[in-house]
């Protein structure tokens, strides 16, 4: 039974890697529910959680998880336990929430920072099942189980394949090449967006009308280089009557 629930753990922890891009040491989200029930069935959470993730692990909460643990005193073992882990900072620093809608805030849309949970908050699995990418943890029968993935999950892979999304490790690769490259997300808004023209008065110069072309002049006759232009002159001669008579031309050369 332990070497059949170990396959089917690796073989959820390949899916996450490969489609969700899921790397060592893993981020656990941990709360008060999950201690609890650690504490109870008396189960080392340092000890076997790397043993049945098989990799390193970095277990870790928020500060919610732990002031509402202050609040329960029939939990106070919880919080010791708790109180061992590193705390991340969420968003309710100065007004604390409950638990359950921080680690979900923590998630956001698409689980960024590659979280696992654990948590026996039925309200925090079903919300978590809402987001893809998201590998629960959970005790049951005295051992920890790692969750199927979900359906979300499966239907975003499914789309990733079919062209339809692009994928988190895609995305990580485009925000990182417009980085080097300097191009910002407000640079591409305003690039993506037309401006419009301004209406302005028409180009005086193309209101005029046009001019009819005349009829082209025969061109010149070019000479030679070096010959000049020869000019002809008629000498005229009178006659006894008085009368003008125009000299012979001169004779050309053979």
Do not use: W
Not at 154 to 179: C, F, M, N, T, Y
């Amino acid at each position: 039974m332990k070497i059949k629930r170990q396959k089917q753990a690796k073989k959820n922890i390949s899916f996450y890697k490969y489609n969700f891009s899921f790397r060592e040491p893993f981020q656990i989200l941990i709360d008060g529910t999950f201690c609890q029930a650690a504490l109870k069935n008396k189960i080392q959470i340092k000890e076997q959680l790397p043993k049945y993730l098989m990799g390193e692990v970095q277990l870790c909460t928020t500060s919610c998880a732990l002031k509402e643990l202050d609040t329960l005193k029939q939990l106070y073992g919880a919080k010791l336990i708790l109180q061992r882990f590193q705390v991340r900072r969420c968003q309710h620093f100065k007004d604390p929430v409950p638990a359950s809608k921080c680690l979900l805030s923590m998630l956001e849309e698409t689980n960024p920072h590659h979280y696992f949970v654990a948590t026996q908050d039925h309200a925090v699995t079903t919300g978590l099942k809402k987001i893809p990418g998201v590998p629960l943890l959970y005790i049951i029968l005295n051992t920890i189980v790692l969750d199927k993935p979900s359906q979300s999950s499966l239907d975003h892979v499914q789309a990733v394949q079919l062209g339809e999304l692009v994928s988190p490790a895609q995305q990580q690769s485009i925000r990182s090449l417009k980085e080097e490259q300097g191009i910002s997300q407000k640079d591409g808004e305003r690039r993506g967006k037309k401006r419009k023209r301004k209406q302005s008065n028409p180009n005086p110069l193309s209101c005029l009308k046009k001019k009819k072309k005349g009829v082209p002049t025969p061109p010149l006759k070019k000479t030679e280089q070096g010959e000049k232009r020869k000019r002809s002159r008629h000498k005229k001669r009178k006659t006894e009557g008085g009368d003008n008579i125009s000299a012979p031309p001169p004779p050309t050369n053979p």
